[in-house]
C-alpha cells in the first residue's frame, strides 16, 4: 500500500510563494512517476506539473509555467512543488498523485495512488 502526504499549504498574498511537499511510503519510490494536481470548487481536476521517475523529465501546465517548479528528492522519497508569483486563481486543493507506469501521465485518470490534499489560497 501506497500512502502520500502533502504539506505546505495555506494562505499567501497574491505575488507569495509557497512550497508544497509530498512523503510517500509504502513501496520503492522510484517506481512512480510524480504528478501535482489542483481542485478548485465545482470544477474538474486538473494535472499542475508531473516528474517523472528519475526527475530528468517533467511538465507544466501553460497556467503555472514559468512560476512553478516541481522536483523530486528520491533519497528522501518526496515530490516538491516551489509555487512562485501565486495568483488568486491558483487558490484551490493540491493534491499529490503517483502512478505506475513508464510514461508520464497528465490525466487524474492515469494515477493509481492519491494525497489527501493541501489547501491553497491566494488573497488579492
Known amino acids: 500500500q501506497v500512502q502520500l502526504v502533502e ?5 499567501v498574498p497574491a505575488g507569495g510563494s509557497l512550497r508544497l511537499s509530498c512523503a510517500v511510503s509504502g513501496r520503492t519510490f522510484t517506481s512512480y512517476n510524480m504528478g501535482w494536481f489542483r481542485q478548485a470548487p465545482g470544477k474538474e481536476r486538473k494535472i499542475v506539473s508531473g516528474i517523472n521517475d528519475y526527475g ?14 516541481i522536483s523530486r528528492d ?7 512543488l516551489q ?9 484551490a486543493v493540491y493534491y499529490c498523485a503517483a502512478q505506475s507506469t513508464g510514461y508520464l ?5 492515469e494515477y493509481d495512488y ?6 491553497v489560497t491566494v488573497s488579492s
Not at 56 to 69: E, H, K, L, N, Q
Not at 74 to 80: H, I, K, L, Q, R
Open 56 to 69: 530528468d523529465s517533467t511538465y507544466y501546465a501553460d497556467f503555472v509555467r514559468g512560476r512553478f517548479t
Open 105 to 109: 501521465g497528465l490525466k487524474a485518470w
Open 114 to 119: 492519491w494525497g489527501q490534499g493541501t489547501q
Open 7 to 11: 504539506s505546505g499549504g495555506g494562505l
Open 83 to 91: 509555487m512562485n508569483s501565486l495568483k488568486p486563481e491558483d487558490t
Open 74 to 80: 528520491n533519497t528522501e522519497n518526496t515530490v516538491y
